[in-house]
């Protein structure tokens, strides 16, 4: 065996291992819960814009993205636009011809003015809307047509109908090999207030809309490696392998 094969073996061991030690599951969702009162997602930037995400999940996302190569990352919800710049930069260093599309309700002028001006900005389309309009629906169907390799990033609205129907949506766009990631699944985990001035909560989330899908959807699987390495996740059960081709197995 040589170093690297080795090195992987070890590693997964370890893994393994970890995602079995109740203690540090629990750990690692008492640090998310303790920290979400210090708005801790908001502390990191990527090439100098906010992105509000863990850091863990954009290490999971880098190595998605490597492994995959799509031509095309679609991301409902994109604040700030550091996602969308993080996105983009990784296609940059694949150095392939990719873009992402961003949709958003209301992409505010400071934030649009910022995300234009970025180095990263000519492999952006930006498109304001609800994600669940026909219209916005339609111009990214449009797009993917031309692509082979399409990703798609759930992070808008977090309400179980309003996720439900993105999954509905937007699942035909992932091709096989490639994720559906659907962010803030960890809000069933957290305490009952955290999100006292949001729609969402523990009854009320994207968890529950991602059970719902699998159910009556077999083209997508849990990535449960994923989630067991990273430990601190804002998306267990979140990241969704497409393993079947559309209308076809």
């Not at 000519?122 to 390799?149: C, H, M, T, Y």
């Not at 759930?154 to 129907?165: I, K």
């Not at 090999?177 to 999100?195: K, N, Q, R």
């Amino acid at each position: 065996m040589n170093f690297w094969a080795d090195f992987t073996l070890k590693r997964s061991i370890d893994i393994n291992k970890m995602s079995k030690d109740q203690k540090a599951k629990k750990l690692g969702l008492e640090f998310l819960n303790y920290t979400a009162k210090y708005k801790y997602t908001y502390n990191f930037t990527w090439l100098g814009s906010p992105i509000i995400q863990f850091p863990q999940d954009m290490v999971a996302i880098q190595e998605i993205v490597w492994k995959v190569k799509p031509d095309l990352i679609v991301e409902t919800g994109i604040a700030h636009g550091g996602s969308l710049i993080f996105y983009a930069s990784l296609l940059e260093l694949i150095g392939n011809k990719g873009k992402v599309i961003g949709i958003d309700v209301d992409i505010r002028k400071h934030n649009r003015t910022e995300i234009e001006k970025h180095p990263m900005f000519k492999r952006i389309v930006l498109l304001q809307g609800s994600s669940l309009e026909p219209d916005i629906v339609q111009k990214v169907n449009s797009f993917a047509k031309k692509r082979k390799k399409v990703l798609v990033a759930l992070d808008s609205n977090h309400t179980h109908n309003h996720v439900l129907r993105e999954l509905q949506l937007y699942s035909p766009l992932v091709t096989k090999g490639s994720y559906l990631v659907v962010f803030d699944t960890v809000i069933e985990d957290m305490d009952e207030d955290s999100f006292p001035d949001r729609p969402w909560n523990k009854q009320n989330n994207p968890k529950i809309a991602v059970r719902q899908f699998l159910k009556s959807n077999s083209r997508f699987v849990v990535d449960r490696d994923i989630e067991n390495k990273l430990l601190i996740t804002v998306a267990p059960g979140g990241y969704l392998k497409c393993i079947e081709d559309l209308g076809r197995k």
